[in-house]
């Protein structure tokens, strides 16, 4: 895997605030990349970022990784659909625009950023 790729999509989860969610496909239309790349790089690399505040477009998470975000989203005041496969993302969608601005200013060290 792209070392700098990785760095980059990491540095985006990063500065998702507290309580917001971001979904796979928007963080690999700032990084640059696609969403199953980003799933990717969650899954083998997720660990190092707040990863429970990257979902679906629909704001879900597989089962397994829900049972582990819920305590994080708890904490978060993340609630969950009636459903109870995630949230909903529009209510706890971040910024987008703000994301990719300071993604863009988080980023300007790295080369090709």
């Known amino acids: ?6 760095e ?5 989860v990063e500065l998702v605030p507290r309580g917001q969610v971001v979904a796979y496909g928007e963080v690999a239309r700032i ?9 990717a790089i969650m899954a083998t690399h997720g660990h ?6 990257v979902t679906s477009h629909a704001g879900d998470l597989r089962s397994d990784l829900l049972a582990r975000a819920l305590p994080h989203w708890q ?7 009636p459903n109870g496969l995630g949230c909903r993302i529009a209510e706890y969608r971040v910024d987008l625009d703000w994301l990719a601005r300071e993604w863009a200013a988080d980023t300007a060290d790295l080369p090709d950023a």
């Open 1 to 6: 895997m792209d070392e700098l790729l990785v």
């Open 31 to 39: 990084v640059g990349t696609a969403a199953r790349v980003v799933g």
């Open 8 to 12: 980059k999509v990491l540095r985006c």
């Open 75 to 81: 904490e978060e005041g993340i609630e969950l659909k």
């Open 48 to 53: 190092l970022v707040s990863w429970w505040r």
